[in-house]
């Protein structure tokens, strides 16, 4: 595709339910990348990964967050047991491996409302 | 800690020029921005990198401070499609791709 795709676009969930976000990055991008931004803020790191290794998830604020990316290519964020404080624009982005020199480029975000 | 940016926001005329700062208490190894539209995904706009080279869009153009830990970004001659709240990020380390982003500046620009 052309760009980084995500979905779904807006999830609704119930305190408690878990949830899957899919991100589907620019083909041929090694690193993969997730932030969440909160209204009026920007985005914080949450988590990257160089082909199908998790490099660094030291942003992943608790242990109901999870990601994964098996093949290097497609990753999905799973939230269980979503709190309300869950409540964000979840971004992803993907770039080439050049030690920082390439852009991000990323999806739309998948917007999240826990009630 | 995240880079702060100045202004937090500001309200300009069509042709007007803006300059939008990016300071870091930490060493800046690079810099890269990114305009972000109400709604849509952040867009890049450049990288600044230690030694001066920039990559990025012709009519954008910034500074990169590495003493001064800061970097700028010069909109001239402003067009209401530069409206948009901008970013900048930075790395943690040399070579890092992960970016922690600034507070963020929202432009606002009026007919």
């Known amino acids: 595709g052309a760009g980084v795709s995500q979905s779904p676009r807006y999830k609704v969930a119930k305190r408690g339910q878990d949830v899957a976000l899919r991100c589907d990055p620019i083909s041929g991008h090694v690193s993969l990348f997730w932030y969440q931004q909160a209204l009026g803020q920007g985005p914080e790191f949450l988590t990257y990964?160089?082909?199908?290794?998790?490099?660094?998830k030291s942003g992943l604020p608790s242990d109901r967050f999870f990601a994964e990316r098996p093949e290097g290519s497609v990753s999905t964020l799973k939230i269980q047991r979503t709190q309300q404080e869950d409540s964000a624009v979840y971004l992803c982005?993907?770039?080439?491996?050049?030690?920082?020199?390439?852009?991000?480029?990323f999806g739309n975000g998948t917007r999240l409302t826990v009630t | 800690q995240q880079p702060v940016q100045s202004p937090q926001a500001v309200i300009l005329r069509e042709g007007e020029d803006a300059v939008i700062n990016c300071s870091s208490s930490?060493?800046?190894?690079?810099v890269h921005w990114y305009r972000q539209k109400h709604g849509e995904a952040p867009v890049f706009l450049m990288i600044?990198?230690?030694?001066?080279e920039q990559k990025g869009h012709d009519k954008i153009s910034a500074s990169f401070n590495e003493k001064k830990q800061q970097s700028s970004l010069y909109l001239t001659a402003s067009q209401l499609s530069y409206s948009g709240t901008y970013f900048c990020g930075t790395p943690d380390t040399f070579g890092n791709e992960k970016l922690t982003f600034g507070t963020g500046t929202r432009l606002t620009i009026i007919p």
């Open positions: 990964f160089q082909n199908e290794a998790q490099l660094d």
């Open positions: 600044l990198l230690k030694g001066g």
């Open positions: 982005a993907s770039s080439l491996r050049d030690r920082g020199r390439s852009p991000l480029h």
């Open positions: 930490k060493a800046l190894y690079s």
